[in-house]
């Protein structure tokens, strides 16, 4: 019977993996050495067999079976039978304990790679169903165990993210649901009502309106997260001073009318912090901020706003009066589609205001952080590097000139 083997099984038997290498090189420096070894014997005895060198010259030596020969014939005769006999016994040893020596290596690299070989089977296992498994290597405390423990942290950070990317789309997938689905009802109950006159069809279009413009929020809200999240690690495409101070004053003249309608007590202390960032993505932040401390406050409560500059980072303060907040809750209410509590579930918000503000953040390589107020309110603080520490990139374009084309200039 006649067996073929494929490309694939081919290549894995002639590849130079890790442990043929280890062997390998285990072998090749046993052997070196052991050559190294026996030459070094084979020459010394040649140099240390001259006993007929201290007898008087004609000397004759009497063997055991009667010969005589002269001394430094049997001189010459001994230190080649002594020499062929340690070269043919130390080659026999040398091969012999290489081979010994090249299992052994290839034995203990196996066991040593035992591990690495868990890993790539581990990760040729990994799919969105199985980001439960790991390693757990329970080995010594070397090289391996710490590889074995990193890919153990990457797989929870993966599932992690896997798990978060579920729920954001369910999420979203549920945000989105709830205004179409008040839409479709509207309708249909509308012109299933023979008797509607214009007055019904006016108010089912100012819901239907009200549905789209929460359908249509909710959108550029999605699409603002997924261009901050795009540029995170400091990769912003447009990089220009700006100001924060600036951002908060567009922002504040933007929901004014809101303010005064809940009579809340505006107190603003805006001192220049200039930054170099996207000013659409600064003016989106500071606006969700404002917002925010705005849609959950109470009547008559307070709004307070800070720009500063401290230590080279860029700094905007936002607190606010309103409903109570737990500590435990403050670091959920920068993951999308959290409003944290009853109170802010009914709210016309699509819970994703902070969550924009964390990657605005992140694009500008800051930081932001949040503090539950006693009584009720939160205080968000956002930290960016100061204008000192950013470089300017300043756009440019440039168009390649078609190969074979040449421009014509008169004289």
């Not at 959108?219 to 540029?231: G, Y």
Request: with cysteine.
């Amino acid at each position: 019977m006649t067996v073929y083997l494929g490309r694939n099984q081919a290549r894995n038997w002639l590849r130079p993996t890790l442990r043929l290498r280890l062997t390998l090189l285990n072998g090749i420096l046993l052997v070196g050495a052991g050559a190294i070894l026996v030459l070094l014997a084979w020459l010394l005895v040649g140099d240390a067999l001259h006993p007929a060198d201290e007898l008087r010259q004609g000397t004759q030596v009497v063997l055991s079976d009667g010969r005589t020969l002269d001394a430094l014939d049997w001189q010459t005769d001994l230190v080649e039978r002594a020499s062929q006999e340690l070269l043919v016994k130390g080659l026999v040893a040398l091969f012999a304990i290489g081979m010994i020596g090249i299992a052994g290596a290839y034995a203990v690299a196996g066991r040593a790679l035992r591990p690495l070989h868990n890993v790539t089977a581990t990760a040729q296992r990994l799919g969105e169903e199985t980001l439960d498994q790991r390693i757990r290597y329970a080995g010594a405390d070397d090289e391996v165990a710490e590889l074995a423990r990193t890919f153990d942290a990457m797989l929870d950070r993966l599932a992690g993210a896997f798990e978060s990317q579920k729920r954001f789309v369910a999420n979203a997938s549920h945000e989105l649901r709830t205004p179409l689905a008040v839409m479709r009802t509207e309708i249909d109950v509308t012109l299933s009502d023979d008797e509607a006159d214009v007055a019904e069809y006016r108010r089912m279009a100012k819901v239907v309106r009200n549905a789209s413009e929460r359908a249509n929020g909710l959108v550029d809200a999605l699409l603002v997260l997924a261009r901050s999240e795009a540029q995170s690690g400091r990769r912003l495409v447009r990089k220009v001073p700006a100001d924060l101070a600036t951002s908060v004053y567009n922002a504040l003249s933007a929901v004014k009318a809101e303010a005064e309608r809940l009579k809340l007590n505006v107190e603003t202390d805006l001192q220049a912090a200039p930054v170099v960032g996207d000013p659409s993505l600064l003016d989106r932040l500071a606006g969700n901020l404002i917002e925010n401390a705005i849609r959950y406050n109470h009547l008559m409560g307070k709004l307070w706003l800070r720009t500063t500059t401290v230590d080279g980072q860029a700094r905007l303060i936002v607190g606010n009066t309103g409903y109570e907040v737990e500590p435990a809750d403050v670091p959920g209410l920068f993951e999308p589609f959290r409003r944290g509590g009853w109170e802010r579930t009914g709210s016309r918000g699509s819970g994703l205001g902070l969550s924009i503000v964390r990657a605005v953040c992140d694009a500008h390589g800051g930081t932001v952080s949040a503090v539950a107020q006693q009584g009720g309110g939160l205080e968000v603080t956002v930290s960016l590097p100061g204008a000192d520490k950013t470089p300017v990139v300043a756009a440019t374009a440039s168009v390649p000139k078609p190969k074979g084309l040449g421009i014509a200039t008169g004289q």
